[in-house]
């Protein structure tokens, strides 16, 4: 059965319903990502050891980065061939370890202001996916032009940390909200389209939610640090 199509016992009012649950699952996998990774970045940043140690080991910190870009690139690739609870556990120890990494931005940023962008982050991430959820517009057009920003700003944010300029920085920040918020849209309705619809309840199921999941909490991420250079206050 085509992943875009409906078996045929099933009406419009039951493949909505169902597609429905399935990004609830989704949602609900990914706002446990994000809370795993809030609360481990809360705890190290009260951990003075913890963040002495990455602060003043640079060696250090940028292995917990490399692990982590590794995982989420092993679990993009790999989630569907992986059984549900492996799934699973590389999902929790991605967002875990990301919180480790994230924990220094509570020595460089007010708590009020890492609240506050946070808030606004989540008023605009909900926002633009439920208006890809909603939307009837198909948006794999989105797609290319999103994917194309989105490696320009990679590679402009390599250039800048040699040219260290003010304005290519802003430009990035500004284009790299523009492009997460497209992004947060465009996910959401081919996460919607995605799902197998029958497949309820099964490991299969769990699977697609989470490599879902993956996908709108990397976009909320991405987002939030965005959103950070422009509404955070520094210490």
């Known amino acids: 059965m085509d ?18 649950r399935f990004m609830v699952r989704v949602y609900n996998w990914m706002g ?11 705890y190290v940043s009260t951990n003075e050891t913890i963040l002495n140690l990455l602060v003043t080991q640079p060696m250090l910190f940028f292995g917990l980065l490399i692990a982590e870009i ?3 690139f092993y679990l993009a690739a790999r989630v569907m061939s992986m059984s549900a609870s492996q799934a699973m556990g590389v999902f929790f120890l991605y967002a875990g370890l990301n919180g480790v990494t994230l924990a220094p931005l509570f020595l460089l940023y007010t ?26 517009k198909d948006l794999t057009s989105w797609g290319s032009f999103l994917f194309m920003g989105l490696i320009g700003i990679i590679l402009a944010s390599i250039v800048n ?15 790299g909200i523009l492009i997460f918020v497209g992004l947060t849209a465009y996910d959401t309705q081919k996460i919607k ?19 879902g999941a993956l996908k709108l909490y990397l976009d909320f991420i991405n987002l939030f640090l965005m959103m950070l250079r422009v509404m955070g206050t520094r210490r």
């Open 161 to 175: 940390m040699f040219m260290n300029s003010s304005a290519l920085y802003w430009i990035i920040t500004y284009a």
């Open 3 to 20: 992943h875009f199509s409906k078996p045929r016992y099933m009406g419009q009012d039951a493949v909505a319903a169902e597609q429905q």
């Open 70 to 72: 590794g995982l989420v």
């Open 193 to 211: 389209e995605m799902n197998i619809l029958g497949n309820e309840g099964t490991e299969e199921d769990t699977k697609e939610a989470i490599r």
């Open 111 to 136: 708590t009020a202001s890492l609240t506050s962008t946070f808030l606004v982050t989540a008023g605009m991430f909900g926002a633009m996916s439920f208006y890809g959820y909603t939307t009837k």
């Open 32 to 42: 446990s990502g994000l809370a795993l990774t809030g609360g481990m970045s809360w």
